[in-house]
């Protein structure tokens, strides 16, 4: 496990954009896990304009996001889908049919998490996964609960979880989807490697009890002190 402190959250955000983009240059087909919630959009601003400077490509590249709210059209901003196209996909040079996310419209949900599993198992898995964590330590929405979840799986999301997503839906909790497709996290820690990214005192906190505490579902984050290769990228601010 690597912790590289950032001086800021554009640092942060460059020096992760830099991980993503080595691994890109190295190996073009890379098989890339992305996140949403605010904290990636710094990486992916650095990543196209890299892109844009002709320094980058994505065109061989292929994208696995960790998940979807259910029950929200594609159409909607707030899907992740629209949050992926919005932020990354619509800037760069990637293939839209090699860009995959769970379909929170799905009519079978266990069918749609199968079929998710299998997508990845397909592909030969995740080369980097980028990760954010939420405020309670979830990874992808894998929230605090009292096992672990493998597969890809629909989730009730907890109350504080659609409180602090409420900022993205007008502050208002109602408007929150109260459920999601997730990654489970056979796929998260089958990832060849990892770079999770973090800012500001809230986060510290997590992070520093997800690696300095004992490995609990209750704290999903934690289970990557399990992982061979996790890079951690922070900034106190
Ligand atoms: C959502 C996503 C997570 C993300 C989390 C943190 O809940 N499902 O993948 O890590 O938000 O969001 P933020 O970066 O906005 O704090």
């Known amino acids: 496990m690597k912790f590289v402190q950032a001086k800021n959250y554009s640092d942060m955000s460059r020096k992760a954009a830099n991980i993503i983009s080595a691994q890109v240059i190295l190996k073009n087909d890379s098989v890339i896990g992305l996140a949403t919630g605010s904290t990636p959009i710094g990486v992916y601003t650095q990543l196209i304009d890299w892109h844009k400077k002709g320094d980058l490509s ?15 059209p594609v159409s909607h901003p707030e899907s992740y889908r629209s ?12 293939e839209r049919n090699n860009t995959y996310l769970p379909d929170g419209m799905a009519i079978d949900f266990s069918k749609e998490c199968k079929d998710y599993d ?22 992808g929405f894998n929230e605090p609960s009292e096992e672990f979840y493998i597969d890809t799986h629909s989730v009730e999301l907890t109350q504080s979880t659609i409180a602090s997503n409420a900022r993205f839906f ?10 999601a497709l997730t990654l489970g ?22 992070i520093e009890r997800a690696f300095s505490g004992k490995i609990t579902p209750m704290l999903p984050i ?9 890079t951690i990228v922070y900034s106190k601010v």
């Open 170 to 179: 007008e502050d208002d909790i109602s408007k929150v989807p109260k459920t």
């Open 83 to 94: 949050f992926m196209d919005n932020n990354f996909f619509d800037h760069i040079d990637i």
């Open 222 to 230: 934690s289970i990557l002190q399990l992982h061979s290769n996790v």
């Open 58 to 72: 994505f065109a061989k590249a292929i994208s696995v996001n960790l998940d979807e709210y259910c029950g929200l």
């Open 185 to 206: 996290i056979r796929y998260i820690m089958q990832a060849k490697k990892i770079v999770l990214i973090a800012n500001g005192e809230v986060k510290m906190n997590v």
């Open 118 to 139: 299998q997508l990845i198992d397909d592909l030969g898995g995740i080369d980097l996964q980028l990760l954010g964590v939420g405020n309670n330590g979830h990874i």
